[in-house]
């Protein structure tokens, strides 16, 4: 969730550097000018010790651009070279985000807050997810997770590694769109799709067979789908014979023809599109918006306490009250709960 920050916003491009002195043998970089914006020229004495556009009592505080969509199309696995789909919908924040990470308790209806991360609000989030992720096992020793769902912002390789290997949970993590994604003629090469589904050396698409808890691997098969009368495969290949005559998984020997276990990566030893529940499925979504449903119910809880702005200023003062409020929200519903049970038991 975006924290717009106590402070005004000033200048939309503030930084560190913002918040150094200046003097004329040492002048103070201007990251808006360079940006060919406005900016400021520092030299006054008002902006001597930090640049007057500056908020001194927020000054970790940062802009965002945040829009609907989370998608996310890299030419690498860093998260510093990356370029946000468009969408019409683009709001400016200038503030701080808090990363909770929540338990969605589907059979009971409740959802609780177990650890949470306070920061800027341009920082990216795959490490500290990460690193909360991990800290589980020492805060819940007891707690035994089945998936981990996520938008795209946690698509990366340290969080899906570390949900698959640390906590040996299915991946319902959003996709992180890449360019490689949109030449279909790849898909066949490198044996899966733009949603992370195997293709077969012909380009038709495998079907689902169900997760693996033993060996915590999706099991796929081909079940020789270009047999069937009618079907076309994703990607027709240019040299290919179809249907296909001179693939070996269409002997009696495979009644199911040809059949792959995805463990934590593909073949080609990506991981960005690997997930443990078939991406669009009933299943999925089930799972997401379970996740989904809960997180946008905490931050529903956050706005009506009045705490999508702050009312304290600094990240210190802002991360204690945000923590506190998450703790306020774990106790109301676990009173909640507890009412509940004792009315039920009464009944």
């Known amino acids: 969730m975006i924290h717009q920050a106590a402070s005004r916003m000033r200048c939309a491009s503030v930084t560190d550097t913002c918040y150094q002195p200046t003097t004329p043998d040492q002048p103070r970089p201007c990251p808006a000018k360079e940006k060919e914006l406005e900016g400021c020229d520092c030299d006054t004495s008002a902006c001597a010790q930090a640049c007057h556009r500056a908020t001194p009592r927020d000054p970790t505080a940062r802009a965002v651009v945040y829009q609907a969509s989370n998608q996310r199309t890299t030419d690498s696995d860093s998260p510093d070279a990356q370029t946000p789909t468009k969408d019409k919908t683009k709001h400016l924040f200038y503030g701080y985000r808090s990363l909770p ?9 409740f959802h609780l807050v ?58 319902v993590v959003d996709l992180r769109a890449h360019s490689t994604d949109q030449n279909r003629e790849l898909w066949p090469i490198r044996g899966y799709d733009d949603q992370g589904r195997p293709v077969c050396a012909y380009g038709y698409p495998f079907t689902g067979n169900g997760f693996d808890r033993q060996r915590h691997c999706y099991k796929w098969f081909c079940a020789q789908t270009c047999r069937q009368p009618g079907v076309e495969p994703r990607v027709r290949l240019a040299d290919a014979t ?7 998984f269409l002997d009696q020997a495979f009644p199911f023809g040809q059949i792959r276990n995805v463990t934590d990566q593909f073949p080609d030893g990506s991981m960005r599109l ?38 304290v200023y ?30 039920a038991t009464g009944a």
């Open 274 to 311: 690997v997930r443990d529940v078939p991406v669009g499925s009933p299943h999925w979504k089930t799972l997401y918006h379970r996740a989904r449903n809960a997180v946008e119910a905490r931050n529903a809880t956050m706005e009506r306490w009045d705490l999508k702005r702050l009312p």
């Open 101 to 109: 990470l929540e338990l969605a308790e589907w059979q009971r209806r």
């Open 314 to 343: 600094g990240q210190e003062r802002a991360t204690a009250l945000i923590f506190l409020a998450d703790a306020w929200d774990t106790l109301t519903t676990l009173a909640r709960l507890v009412r509940e049970a004792t009315a």
């Open 114 to 171: 177990l650890l949470d991360h306070f920061q800027s609000a341009n920082l990216h989030e795959e490490l500290p997810g990460a690193a909360l992720l991990r800290a589980l096992s020492y805060f819940y020793p007891t707690l035994r997770v089945d998936a981990v769902a996520g938008d795209a912002g946690l698509g990366y390789t340290v969080v899906l590694h570390t949900i698959y290997r640390d906590l040996q949970a299915r991946r």
């Open 242 to 248: 179809y249907p296909p005559q001179e693939c070996p």
